[in-house]
T-cell receptor
Framework: GAVVSQHPSRVICKSGTSVKIECRSL??????MFWYRQFPKQSLMLMAT?????????EQGVEKDKFLINHASLTLSTLTVTSAHPEDSSFYIC???????????FGPGTRLLVL | TQLLEQSPQFLSIQEGENLTVYCNSS?????LQWYRQEPGEGPVLLVT?????EVKKLKRLTFQFGDARKDSSLHITAAQPGDTGLYLC???????????FGEGTQLTVNP
C-alpha cells in the first residue's frame, strides 16, 4: 500500500537554529501534501498545504516566513522551521492524499525539541 | 474554516463496556474519516465514510455517517485494553482533500 515517510523522526536543536523536515511519498506521486502540528494531548492542527511546483497555502495564524515549505518534486515536500524557539517544540506530521477519494496517508511524524 | 466538534475528549472505562464517540459539524463534508493514533506515531486510518446514512463495521467498531453528512459516530462494543488510544475524526472538505480534525478522544480501557 501507499506509504509516506518522514525524516528525521526526532530532532533536538538549539534555539535560533533552523531545522528541515522531509516528507516523502513512496510508490505514489503527491501533487499536494499537508503539514500538521500536534501538541501533547491535542489533535492535529493543519499548518499549510504544500503544492508541487507552486507556493504553499498557509492556514490563518501560521507564519509563512518561519515555516518554509518547498515541494520541489512529486514525491518530496520539506518543512523548514527557521530560527526555531522552544515554543516551536512539537510533533510535526505530514500527509498526502491517495488516488481514491477519501484516502489520506500520514507520515510517522517528527518530534522536534528546541532547547 | 470548517469546524468539527468531537466528544468526549477523555474517556476512561472498564474492559467490556461499550462507548460512543461523536463528531458534529454545521458543515457538510465529502467524507469523514476516523483515525487512531498511538503516542509518538502518525494517525492510522480506521475507516472512511462517504455516503449520508452509511454504516460501516470493523470487528467491534461501528461507524455511522449522518444523513446530512455533517456528523458521525464511532461505537465500540465490549472495549478491550488494546483499544486504548487517541481516536480522531476528520472531515474532508467538499472542495478538495483538505482535512479538518476534531479535538480527539483519548480513550483508556482499564483491565
Amino acid at each position: 500500500g501507499a506509504v509516506v515517510s518522514q525524516h528525521p523522526s526526532r530532532v533536538i536543536c538549539k534555539s535560533g537554529t533552523s531545522v528541515k523536515i522531509e516528507c516523502r511519498s513512496l510508490d505514489f506521486q503527491a501533487t499536494t501534501m499537508f503539514w500538521y502540528r500536534q501538541f501533547p494531548k491535542q489533535s492535529l492542527m493543519l499548518m499549510a498545504t504544500s503544492n508541487e511546483g507552486s507556493k504553499a497555502t498557509y492556514e490563518q495564524g501560521v507564519e509563512k516566513d518561519k515555516f518554509l515549505i518547498n515541494h520541489a518534486s512529486l514525491t518530496l515536500s520539506t518543512l523548514t522551521v527557521t530560527s526555531a524557539h522552544p515554543e516551536d517544540s512539537s510533533f510535526y506530521i505530514c500527509s498526502a492524499p491517495g488516488a481514491t477519494p477519501g484516502t489520506q496517508y500520514f507520515g510517522p511524524g517528527t518530534r522536534l525539541l528546541v532547547l | 474554516t470548517q469546524l468539527l466538534e468531537q466528544s468526549p475528549q477523555f474517556l476512561s472505562i472498564q474492559e467490556g463496556e461499550n462507548l460512543t464517540v461523536y463528531c458534529n459539524s454545521s458543515s457538510v463534508f465529502s467524507s469523514l474519516q476516523w483515525y487512531r493514533q498511538e503516542p509518538g506515531e502518525g494517525p492510522v486510518l480506521l475507516v472512511t465514510v462517504v455516503t449520508g446514512g452509511e454504516v460501516k463495521k470493523l470487528k467491534r467498531l461501528t461507524f455511522q455517517f449522518g444523513d446530512a453528512r455533517k456528523d458521525s459516530s464511532l461505537h465500540i462494543t465490549a472495549a478491550q485494553p488494546g483499544d486504548t488510544g487517541l481516536y480522531l475524526c476528520a472531515g474532508e472538505e467538499t472542495s478538495g482533500s483538505r482535512l479538518t480534525f476534531g479535538e480527539g478522544t483519548q480513550l483508556t480501557v482499564n483491565p
